[in-house]
């Protein structure tokens, strides 16, 4: 049995994560691996709770960060180390390291939330940080019919791409531009393996 691989793709909203969760899907299939994919916040309960905040009107920011923690545990012992116990390749749009940001941007230390996590959630073998300037990820925003909403507001987006930037030099990430053509960053992404 080929062993688990565990790939998270992180990003600010607009950097283009689900295409090229989907693309990297694809291409690890092509090399004859078992793939799941998966997003946080999830489709469960929680995660469907968080998804309404967005358009009903935001939850406070420590129910939020609960909310999002209990996702995750679900997350992790019902999809994510199942998978991997398995031997399958698991890539998830967002995890944890978009707790950091953008928890972390509500007034929550992120290194805190990193602590937090990490005590029930494994880290990933690759974090792929797709980056992008905040004007550039609006004008996708825009460009798909998308409002500006609390989540995606300029100042909210810049503070995250530099969380996530923050995470530059741990041993297990690697920062792609997302700038350029789909194909361009697909191209970059798969390099990697
Ligand atoms: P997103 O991936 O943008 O979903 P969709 O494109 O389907 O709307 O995620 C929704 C929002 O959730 C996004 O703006 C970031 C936010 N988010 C957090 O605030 N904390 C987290 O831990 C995660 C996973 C996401």
Same mark, same amino acid.
Do not use: C
């Given at each position: ?13 607009? *950097? ?9 899907? =694809?291409?690890? *299939? ?11 916040? *999830? ?12 358009? *009903? ?6 129910? =939020? ?50 602590r937090k996590n990490e005590e029930f959630a494994p880290p990933p073998d690759r974090l792929i940080i797709l980056d992008l300037d905040v004007d550039s990820a609006? =004008?996708?925003?825009?460009?798909r019919g998308d409002t500006a909403n609390e989540f995606e507001q300029r100042d909210h987006l810049a503070r995250c791409r530099e969380i996530f930037l923050s ?27």
């Open positions: 049995m080929p062993q688990g691989l565990f790939i998270v793709i992180e990003g600010i909203d607009g *950097t283009g994560k689900s295409t090229q969760v989907k693309r990297l899907g =694809e291409w690890f *299939t092509a090399q004859g691996r078992e793939v799941v994919l998966s997003r946080e916040p *999830t489709n469960q309960p929680w995660g469907m709770k968080l998804r309404e905040s967005a358009a *009903t009107g935001r939850l406070s920011p420590q129910d =939020e960060l609960d909310y999002f923690l209990k996702d995750r545990r679900q997350h992790v012992e019902e999809l994510i180390l199942p998978s991997l116990a398995a031997g399958k390749v698991v890539i998830l749009d967002r995890y944890y390291f978009s707790t950091m940001a953008y928890q972390g941007i509500r007034g929550f230390d992120p290194a805190e939330i990193r609006l =004008e996708r925003i825009g460009a995470l530059q030099d741990e041993s297990f990430t690697r920062v792609i531009p997302s700038a350029g053509s789909l194909d361009d960053v697909t191209q970059r992404i798969v390099a990697i393996f």
